[in-house]
């Protein structure tokens, strides 16, 4: 890694850091794509609180549903506050003035929160007479598995980015004011950037696969901080950061 810290130019450079970080955001698709339940709670809170009301359980477990589908389906208002309401075909005299809606139809539903309505069909994940609140969400995340999914890859990928920059710079910066009184032979920031990019390939791949079996950004962002420190020891005490015969690194 030491040896060949000048051997990319500032293209390949970025292409690097590209493929590291898009290394780092395997796990997010992949995860979201095999879920089969989501926690509604920290996106669409008002939501996920009609849903789990007491008065929605008990229309639900009134109401007659067979097939994915209610039967006999007709205008009722579950739950109601000045900016949340949900019920089964509500109106739009109903909806008027209401922020927060979950409104029931016969063959599917729309949920309406944080200025975007979302249309969703049943599914048969929960029992809806004992958990209508299960019911309800999983329907919900089935039917935009896709969008969510793509949500949360651009979401954390932004913060994946914005970690691996500080984490890229930081080391850099460090590394390249070490070339002052010739503590280190590293000659240029570039040099620095290469190196550190380098270092970081290890803890990028190991991060990846952790990610795979058991996702957490927390938990993928910290092992590859942790392995970085590591390799960056490892390969001082291989090198002290000064060039010396190849033989003498193996």
């Given at each position: 890694?030491?040896?060949?810290?000048?051997?990319?130019?500032?293209?390949?450079?970025?292409?690097?850091?590209?493929?590291?970080?898009?290394?780092?955001?395997?796990?997010?698709?992949?995860?979201?794509?095999?879920?089969?339940?989501?926690?509604?709670?920290?996106?669409?809170?008002?939501?996920?609180?009609?849903?789990?009301?007491?008065?929605?359980?008990?229309?639900?477990?009134?109401?007659?549903?067979?097939?994915?589908?209610?039967?006999?389906?007709?205008?009722?208002?579950?739950?109601?506050?000045?900016?949340?309401?949900?019920?089964?075909?509500?109106?739009?005299?109903?909806?008027?003035?209401?922020?927060?809606?979950?409104?029931?139809?016969?063959?599917?539903?729309?949920?309406?929160?944080?200025g975007s309505t979302f249309n969703a069909r049943y599914v048969n994940?929960?029992?809806?007479?004992?958990?209508?609140?299960?019911?309800?969400?999983?329907?919900?995340?089935?039917s935009n598995k896709v969008m969510i999914g793509l949500f949360m890859?651009?979401?954390?990928?932004?913060?994946?980015?914005?970690?691996?920059?500080?984490?890229?710079?930081?080391?850099?910066?460090?590394?390249?004011?070490?070339?002052?009184?010739?503590?280190?032979?590293?000659?240029?920031?570039?040099?620095?950037?290469?190196?550190?990019?380098?270092?970081?390939?290890?803890?990028?791949?190991?991060?990846?696969?952790?990610?795979?079996?058991?996702?957490?950004?927390?938990?993928?962002?910290?092992?590859?901080?942790?392995?970085?420190?590591?390799?960056?020891?490892?390969?001082?005490?291989?090198?002290?950061?000064?060039?010396?015969?190849?033989?003498?690194?193996?």
């Amino acid at each position: 890694m030491f040896v060949n810290r000048a051997k990319y130019n500032w293209f390949q450079i970025i292409v690097l850091f590209i493929f590291l970080t898009a290394v780092m955001l395997m796990p997010i698709p992949f995860y979201y794509n095999h879920q089969t339940n989501f926690n509604l709670e920290p996106f669409l809170p008002q939501v996920n609180k009609m849903a789990a009301s007491s008065s929605m359980q008990t229309a639900l477990k009134d109401a007659s549903y067979s097939g994915q589908s209610f039967t006999n389906v007709k205008h009722q208002i579950i739950t109601q506050n000045k900016t949340n309401i949900a019920g089964f075909n509500l109106t739009a005299a109903d909806m008027a003035g209401h922020k927060n809606v979950i409104n029931l139809h016969a063959n599917n539903f729309e949920v309406k929160s944080v200025g975007s309505t979302f249309n969703a069909r049943y599914v048969n994940n929960h029992n809806l007479k004992t958990n209508a609140h299960g019911f309800i969400v999983d329907s919900w995340y089935q039917s935009n598995k896709v969008m969510i999914g793509l949500f949360m890859l651009l979401t954390l990928g932004l913060i994946i980015v914005g970690v691996n920059l500080i984490l890229v710079n930081g080391a850099a910066v460090f590394l390249f004011l070490s070339r002052h009184n010739r503590i280190t032979h590293i000659n240029n920031y570039r040099e620095a950037v290469n190196l550190t990019l380098e270092m970081m390939g290890i803890g990028s791949l190991l991060a990846m696969v952790i990610g795979l079996i058991h996702f957490d950004v927390t938990i993928e962002l910290t092992v590859q901080s942790l392995s970085l420190a590591f390799v960056v020891l490892w390969v001082y005490l291989k090198t002290k950061f000064k060039d010396v015969d190849k033989a003498d690194l193996m």
